[in-house]
């Protein structure tokens, strides 16, 4: 297994990118608030900037929820968060989820950002067949990352 970084985030477990695929630029992300006409929380914009677009080796948070990517903002290849945010603007209305990762099968995680659940972690099971495919996976951003275990 080739591993090409170590990174840390703040006084958060540090995460080993094992596949670096198109990162997030600061200038993406400035760009992707100003389309979205607001601020994302801070804990959002440092795991895109950092993990954007990476794989990491602590990809398992528990036996029903496990990591395949980081979303990058942009890509040819694969689901980004841009896209992933103008589907739920298309299906809600509005943006109450910010999607920072998929699962082996796509389904996202997500913070939300609605009121009464903010920076909770959800994961979307959109092809569940549920009418609300939106579980319920950890109180905070953080406590997710530091709750991430290695597969192996």
Known sequence: MNLLKVLIINDMQELTIEIQGKKVTLEELTSFEKELDMTLPDIYKEVL?????????ENTYS??????????????????AKNIIETYKEEYGAALWLPFATDSGGWVFNIS?????????WIDKFDSGDSDPFEYVSPSLEEFIDSLKSSE
Request: proline fraction near 0%; charged fraction near 20%; hydrophobic fraction near 35%.
């Open 49 to 57: 900037l950092k993990y954007g677009g990476s794989r990491v080796k």
């Open 113 to 121: 950002i609605a009121k009464d659940t903010y920076g909770q972690v």
């Open 63 to 80: 036996s029903k929820a496990s990591i395949s990517f980081f979303l990058s903002l942009s890509s040819k290849r694969n689901a980004t």
